[in-house]
């Protein structure tokens, strides 16, 4: 399960979350969103915390973070 996502559409690229991920998994992809920007991407989703550091980051709301959930 994804527990990061990006509207990549709408991610101007300002490395704002990449900042603020104390794991240090979110980088900029290779590709151009349809804006002509470098969307944020998560490269390792395992090793992700769910802290919500990089959706309080986001100026444009673009993140979304689930937390798994406890059986």
């Known amino acids: 399960m994804e527990k990061v996502i990006f509207a990549e559409d709408r991610c101007k690229g300002c490395e704002m979350c990449t900042a603020a991920c104390p794991k240090g998994i979110i980088v900029m992809a290779k590709h151009l969103n ?38």
Not at 60 to 66: G, L
């Open 34 to 71: 349809s804006m002509g920007f470098h969307p944020a991407a998560v490269n390792e989703q395992e090793r992700c915390i769910s802290c919500g550091n990089c959706y309080r980051m986001c100026p444009d709301q673009v993140i979304t973070v689930r937390k798994e959930e406890k059986r």
